[in-house]
């Protein structure tokens, strides 16, 4: 069973920093891109950045616009786990974040770890 397990979050002033990481179990964890998504209160769930797989893949990684420069994804193969290193926070960024992979035709997305920009 695929499971995913994402934590790191909390409150942070404007300007400061949170990383979050994402246990994942349940299939081969280099094998498939990952992503990071996030909901904002009052709106649609936004793809924040995707890592291709090294194994299958190229290990390339993409970022929303809203947040290049500041936020960087990566992955500890070894570990089966995801990272998000985020920067710069803003109030905007403000939302619940989950990782998300598609392993076949469906689409597994954990329970949320809950990022707060607030001063």
């Not at 942070?12 to 179990?25: F, K, T």
């Not at 994804?73 to 089966?80: E, G, P, T």
Request: proline share 3%; charged share 20%; aromatic share 8%.
């Amino acid at each position: 069973e695929v499971q995913l397990q994402a934590s790191g979050g909390g409150m942070v002033q404007p300007g400061g920093s949170l990383r979050l990481s994402c246990a994942a179990s349940g299939f081969t964890f280099s094998n498939f891109g990952m992503s990071w998504v996030r909901r904002a209160p009052g709106k649609e769930t936004e793809l924040v950045s995707h890592v291709n797989s090294d194994s299958t893949g190229d290990g390339m990684t993409t970022y929303a616009q809203s947040v290049k420069g500041r936020f960087t994804i990566s992955r500890d193969n070894a570990k089966n786990t995801l990272f998000l290193q985020m920067n710069s926070l803003k109030p905007e960024d403000t939302a619940i974040y989950y990782c998300q992979t598609r392993v076949g035709a469906r689409e597994y997305r954990g329970q949320g770890t809950l990022v707060t920009v607030s001063s």
